[in-house]
């Protein structure tokens, strides 16, 4: 399959796998933005991309900006309609963090420069189901447990299922 891109801007870079093989596609930024903790910036990159129809492009952050610098995409995975054509924006932010892999966490500001990796794009076949009213549903193990009632993420013994970011 061919993924087909337009320049918005001359500057814009056609977006790039990093090796052979890899799912998602780099994005890179069309300007220098710096982002400071807690803030949330919206990342032009200077290209528009015609997503096949039965398609979705879901944009996720980039594991090595989020492990060394706190940066994230807010609303991951970003999602990219078929039907759309603007600009393919992303909305990012940086977490104020003392631990992780190294790099700079903690530090209250990060440059993106011009040119920067800046998230990845993934492009996958969707189911596109038609709505459909019910009285009622079928049963299920889990039922209508809802967050938190597997225990995943959930010290045993503890009723605090909050978690708090500085």
């Known amino acids: 399959m061919k993924l087909k891109f337009k320049r918005l801007l001359d500057h814009a ?7 052979e093989g890899d799912a998602g ?13 807690g803030q949330i910036a919206v990342v032009s990159t200077g290209v528009a991309v015609e997503i096949p129809y039965g398609y979705v492009g879901l944009v996720h952050p980039r594991s090595g900006l989020a492990a060394k610098h706190g940066i994230t995409v807010v609303n991951t ?5 078929a039907g759309y054509r ?22 209250e500001q990060f440059a993106i420069k011009k040119g920067d990796r800046i998230a990845q794009l993934v492009v996958q076949k969707v189911e596109l189901p ?10 299920s193990v ?19 299922r909050s978690v708090t970011f500085n």
């Open 77 to 81: 995975p970003g999602t990219i309609d």
């Open 142 to 160: 889990r039922g209508e447990g809802g967050l938190g009632s597997t225990g995943y993420g959930i010290i045993e013994g503890s009723n605090d």
């Open 13 to 19: 870079i056609l977006p790039t796998r990093a090796t």
């Open 130 to 139: 038609t709505p459909v009213w019910a009285k009622e549903l079928s049963d």
């Open 86 to 107: 603007g600009e393919l924006k992303v909305i990012m932010t940086m977490l104020k963090a003392h631990v992780g892999a190294g790099g700079d966490l903690g530090k």
């Open 25 to 37: 596609l780099d994005l890179y930024a069309a300007e220098s933005v710096t982002l400071h903790t």
